[in-house]
């Protein structure tokens, strides 16, 4: 009996983890589907104006690529 318990626990855990690896990958390629391709002059238009995040102070804006990766 409990080595059943301990066969479905981990069970349980491997879908758990394979269910969390689909959804990570779909969600990836979700937003490689949404955000729209950037052309060398779209760029360097958008540099232009906005100069390098590098330049701003943190206050200044949200970073907003930790919910990619969670």
């Not at 937003?31 to 760029?43: R, S």
Request: glycine share 2%; net charge negative.
């Amino acid at each position: 009996m409990a080595n059943t318990l301990v066969v479905n626990d981990m069970l349980k855990e491997l879908i758990k983890e394979g269910v969390r690896e689909v959804l990570k990958e779909e969600r990836h390629q979700m937003y490689q589907a949404v955000i729209p391709v950037v052309t060398k002059k779209e760029l360097a238009d958008i540099e232009k104006r906005f100069t390098s995040p590098d330049n701003y102070h943190a206050v200044e804006f949200n970073d907003m690529t930790l919910w990619i990766t969670a």
